[in-house]
């Protein structure tokens, strides 16, 4: 009899349980348009939309570039700009910026998948230092002019990126350390390294003999005078 009222007790814990979760309601994580300030759910999103967390965790701001489809679950996202509403912790200098992009960590928790950097997203910003968008493995294209005018850039970070448009970063006289990985980089447009530093250092990491030379030819073909390349394997 004790044993037949301990299973009992047990089922209606059980049950309360079941009840409190689904009585519990999910919180939907809200953007935050710009320029408007509306407060949009996630899933309400259009092609086209600039958008910021809600909780102003970092300091990017994104656009749509495409809505879920049947066989992904993910919105295809790049960013494009700087979030001019977040607040900088204490112990940054935002004269002096280090940008690094955690997709991983991003398509873990939320609905989005980073596929580029926008055209002009960053243009003539004078407190970028260093930008990183590693691993970002759906990672497509620096847009047009991204970077351009970024005087103060010294050093960006990419992952298997096939393209690097035009002017992407024209005048970026400080840049002279580029991080790039795998064998996937298939164009870079007109200009993209004019008037950067004289000397500029390529970090090819896990990159194949072949295309070590191919990337070679495009960076001093896109404007980049000297070129020096250090091979990385992981």
């Given amino acids: ?17 079941i009840a409190v979760i689904n009585l519990t309601p999910i919180k939907v994580k809200a953007e935050i348009l710009v ?15 600039v958008f910021y967390d809600a909780e102003d965790t970092e300091p990017l701001v ?14 295809d996202i790049e960013i494009a700009g700087i979030n ?8 940054c200098n935002p004269n002096k910026v280090y940008i690094g992009v955690d997709s991983e960590t991003m398509e873990e928790l939320w609905p989005f998948r980073i596929v580029g950097i926008g055209d002009y997203a960053f243009k003539d910003n004078k407190t970028i230092y260093s930008f990183n968008v590693y691993p970002c493995y759906d990672f497509k294209y620096v847009g047009k002019g ?15 990126t096939p393209t690097i448009k035009a002017r992407a970063f024209f005048g970026c006289s400080a840049l002279n350390e580029f991080y790039l990985t795998g064998n996937k980089l298939k164009r870079v447009g007109k200009d993209a390294f004019k008037n ?37 394997f992981y």
């Fill in 35 to 49: 320029p408007t300030g509306e407060h949009v759910p996630f899933y309400k999103l259009r092609v086209g939309d």
């Fill in 84 to 91: 001019e509403n977040y607040k900088w912790p204490e112990n």
């Fill in 146 to 160: 991204a970077f351009e005018g970024c005087t103060y850039l010294h050093r960006f970070h990419t992952r298997n």
């Fill in 1 to 17: 009899m004790r044993i037949i009222k301990r299973i009992y007790l047990m089922l209606v814990a059980i049950l309360a349980v």
């Fill in 62 to 75: 994104y656009r749509v570039v495409k809505k879920p489809t049947s066989k992904s679950n993910k919105f």
């Fill in 196 to 232: 950067t530093k004289t000397k500029m250092k390529l970090i090819a990491e896990n990159m194949n003999d072949k295309q070590v030379l191919k990337v070679k030819k495009l960076f001093k073909k896109a404007g980049v005078k000297k070129l020096r390349i250090k091979r990385e």
